[in-house]
């Protein structure tokens, strides 16, 4: 099935880094949402954007809804150890479906935090 | 609980065994759906129940997968004939009516090996 492109694969960087991470798609999405899984344990929404330029802060995390509506980025900053973990981007194609809940994931961002 | 219960966590099957997973929603929660994480990718949409409604069944990948949800809340996923590629981890997710697109509370999943 269609996957959103996210990228980059895995990271391992340094605490107190800053983290950056993106989601590219070939179509229009309506919707862009970012997720984190942490071991054992199912996703988490952490941001979730539903306009074109749309800029969302949430903590030490902010994400973009792109202008084109064909791609996202989370940038994290002073990242610390709970960091650790698969950040998701997923998106949803919208309007007009009464499903809200049917999303296209991202192949998910790896990341590890050396304290 | 407050949160998603799936059961069971984990499951070891043979090729050819006929499995089940149960979703317990968040109470109160009228949307449910089942999405399959294979391993290193990201969440594949199989299913969304909603009230009364039909459901969506747009993403199950073969007539072997069934789901219902008795009574609007408990679901079950049924795997027939399971094959090594349904080795995955089954996640069910849950939203109340009217939250916004895409903001879904997720289980722990139930982990499948078929050897």
């Known amino acids: 099935g269609q996957q959103l492109n996210q990228s980059p694969q895995s990271m391992f960087i340094q605490e107190g880094e800053d983290v950056s991470m993106n989601c590219t798609s070939s179509?229009?999405?309506?919707?862009w949402l970012w997720y984190k899984q942490e071991p054992g344990e199912g996703p988490v929404l952490l941001i979730a954007l539903y306009k074109a330029g749309e800029l969302t802060s949430n903590g030490r995390l902010t994400a973009q809804f792109g202008i084109t509506r064909k791609d996202s980025f989370l940038n994290i900053s002073a990242s610390i150890p709970s960091d650790v973990g698969i950040y998701f981007c997923?998106?949803?194609?919208?309007?007009?479906?009464?499903?809200?809940?049917?999303?296209?994931f991202g192949q998910g961002t790896t990341l590890q935090v050396k304290p | 609980g407050a949160g998603v219960s799936q059961s069971p966590s984990n499951k070891v099957t043979e090729k050819g065994k006929d499995v089940e997973l149960r979703c317990d929603p968040i109470s109160g929660h009228t949307a449910l759906y089942w999405y399959r994480q294979s391993l290193g990718q990201g969440l594949e949409f199989l299913i969304y129940f909603q009230g009364n409604s039909a459901p969506d069944k747009s993403g199950l990948p073969s007539d072997r997968f069934s789901a219902e949800r008795t009574g609007g809340s408990v679901s079950t996923l049924t795997i027939q004939r399971t094959q090594q590629e349904d080795s995955a981890v089954y996640l069910c997710a849950s939203s109340s009516p009217g939250t916004r697109t895409g903001e879904l509370f997720f289980g722990e999943g139930s982990r499948l090996t078929v050897l």
């Open positions: 997923a998106g949803h194609k919208g309007p007009g479906s009464s499903n809200t809940g049917k999303l296209i």
């Open positions: 179509s229009i999405f309506n919707t």
